[in-house]
C-alpha cells in the first residue's frame, strides 16, 4: 500500500524510497540514489572535481533534515536568504553562514546578535552609503563586521560591474568604515533563460571571470579578498574549469524543478519535490479533471511559461511520482487546479481520473512552492511515512 494513501490533501512530498533499477543478468542491480541524495550527490561531485568549496544556499529546502545530508556529502558552509534561516541553522550547529540578500539598517542589530554569539556571518553590499552606515554601527557597537561585495556579472539583479570605479570605491568604504572585505560574490542569474550545454558553459565562464577579475582589481588596490563566490544551479553544474574561484553556491539543485528541467541540467525524473493532490471533480466537456491543489499549493510561478515548454501550473504525476506525459495543470485558483491534456482535450478524462484518484504534480519552482508548506512528508527507503519540518518567514 502507498504510505501516502490516507495523507491529506494537498501536501509536498520528498521521496526517498524510490532507486533507479536496470535488469543485469536476469537480476535487479541497484544503479542510484533516491533522487534527492542522487541530486546532491550530483553537485558535489562536480565541486569536487572543479576543486572548489560548495556552500549550497539553503533556501530552496529551508529544512534541517536535507541540509544534514547535504553536510555528510560534502558541503562546507550554507547561504541564506533570510536572517531567521541564519539563526535556524546556527541553532542547528552551522556556524559558518553567508547571508546572500544586501543588508540594510534594520536587520543591523539581528546580524550583530548573531556574530556576537558567535556566528560567523557574512554580509554582503552593492552599496557605499550602507558599507558606510553598517562600519559606523559596527563601531558604536564595539565590532568589525565581514562584509562581502555583490558583483553584478550578467546584468540580471544587484551587484557592482567587475570593472567599475563603483567597485574600487566600494572595497576602500567597507575597510575605511571599519569593516573586513571578506570577498567578493555573484550569481549568474540570467542562466535560467538559457537552454544549451554550450550557452551554459559560456555563461559559467562569464560568471567566473566576471568574479575573478573584481577580486583581482580590488587586490590591486592594496585590498584584500580572500574569497570569490559565485554560482547557480545551471552554472555550477556546467562550469569545466574554475581558476580563481575559492567556492560556488546553488540552491534548487537538491530538488530540481521544471524550470531547470527546461534549462537542461535535469530531467522531469529528477525531480525530488512533488505535490500530493486528489482527484475533486470534472468538467467532461472541457475535458478537465479538478484537484484540489490550486496555486496556494502549487504557488503562482510561472516560470516555465517562457520557456520552451510550458507546463502551466505542473507537471501531472501518478500517485508513484511516475510522469504522465501530456498531463498538466494547465490553470489554477487558489485552492483549485484543472488537470487538462496538452493539444486535444481529453474526452475520457473522468474515467482516467476518477473522483478520489491520488496524482502528484511536480512543481515550476521548488523554491515557491515549497515555501507554501510547512513541513515535508517523507516517504523512507522503508516505506514509512515521516515529517521534515522546514522554516518558515523573515
Not at 572535481?49 to 550554507?78: E, N, Y
Not at 558604536?140 to 562581502?148: C, I, K, P, Q, S
Not at 521544471?258 to 534549462?263: E, I, R, Y
Amino acid at each position: 500500500m502507498n504510505p501516502l494513501a490516507n495523507l491529506p490533501t494537498p501536501a509536498a512530498v520528498v521521496d526517498l524510497q524510490r532507486v533507479m533499477r536496470r535488469v543485469r543478468d536476469g537480476h535487479a542491480a541497484v544503479v542510484a540514489l533516491p533522487r534527492l541524495q542522487r541530486n546532491i550527490a550530483r553537485m558535489q561531485a562536480q565541486l569536487d572535481t572543479l576543486g572548489v568549496k560548495f556552500r549550497p544556499h539553503v533556501k530552496t529546502t529551508k529544512c534541517a533534515d536535507i541540509v544534514r545530508l547535504q553536510v555528510a556529502a560534502g558541503a562546507s558552509g550554507l547561504t541564506v536568504s533570510t536572517l531567521k534561516e541564519a539563526r535556524q541553522f546556527y541553532a542547528e550547529g552551522h556556524r559558518d553562514i553567508l547571508y546572500a540578500v544586501g543588508i540594510v539598517p534594520n536587520k543591523f542589530e539581528a546580524a550583530l546578535a548573531l556574530r556576537r554569539e558567535g556566528c560567523d556571518l557574512k554580509l554582503i553590499t552593492d552599496n557605499v552609503a550602507m558599507a558606510q552606515a553598517l562600519g559606523a554601527f559596527g563601531r558604536a557597537n564595539g565590532h568589525r563586521f565581514e562584509l562581502w561585495i555583490e558583483v553584478d556579472t550578467d546584468g540580471h539583479r544587484s551587484g557592482v560591474a567587475p570593472d567599475s570605479d563603483l567597485l574600487l570605491e566600494l572595497g576602500r568604504a567597507i575597510e575605511a568604515a571599519g569593516s573586513t572585505l571578506g570577498g567578493v560574490m555573484t550569481h549568474a542569474g540570467a542562466s535560467y533563460e538559457l537552454d544549451t550545454p554550450e550557452a551554459l558553459a559560456a555563461m559559467a565562464e562569464q560568471e567566473r571571470a566576471g568574479c575573478v577579475r573584481a577580486a583581482e582589481r580590488l587586490r590591486a588596490i592594496g585590498l584584500a579578498c580572500p574569497v570569490v563566490s559565485v554560482g547557480s544551479t545551471p552554472t555550477a553544474l556546467s562550469a569545466r574549469a574554475l581558476p580563481g574561484v575559492t567556492e560556488v553556491r546553488a540552491g534548487v539543485y537538491a530538488f530540481f524543478d521544471l524550470v531547470m528541467a527546461n534549462v537542461g541540467v535535469c530531467a522531469p525524473e529528477d525531480i525530488a519535490l512533488s505535490v500530493l493532490t486528489t482527484v475533486i471533480g470534472h468538467q467532461p466537456e472541457k475535458g478537465w479533471a479538478i484537484v484540489d491543489a490550486g496555486w496556494m499549493a502549487m504557488s503562482r510561478d510561472r516560470g516555465t511559461q517562457r520557456q520552451r515548454h510550458d507546463y502551466g501550473y505542473g507537471q501531472v504525476c501518478d500517485a508513484e511520482g511516475r510522469v504522465l506525459p501530456g498531463y498538466v495543470l494547465s490553470g489554477a485558483n487558489q485552492e483549485h487546479g484543472i488537470l487538462a491534456r496538452e493539444g486535444e482535450p481529453d474526452a475520457g478524462i473522468v474515467q482516467r481520473f476518477p473522483v478520489g484518484t491520488p496524482l502528484r504534480v511536480l512543481p515550476n519552482h521548488a523554491c515557491a512552492t515549497a515555501a507554501q508548506f510547512p513541513h515535508y512528508e517523507v516517504i523512507t527507503a522503508e516505506g514509512a511515512l515521516h515529517e521534515w519540518p522546514r522554516f518558515q518567514g523573515w
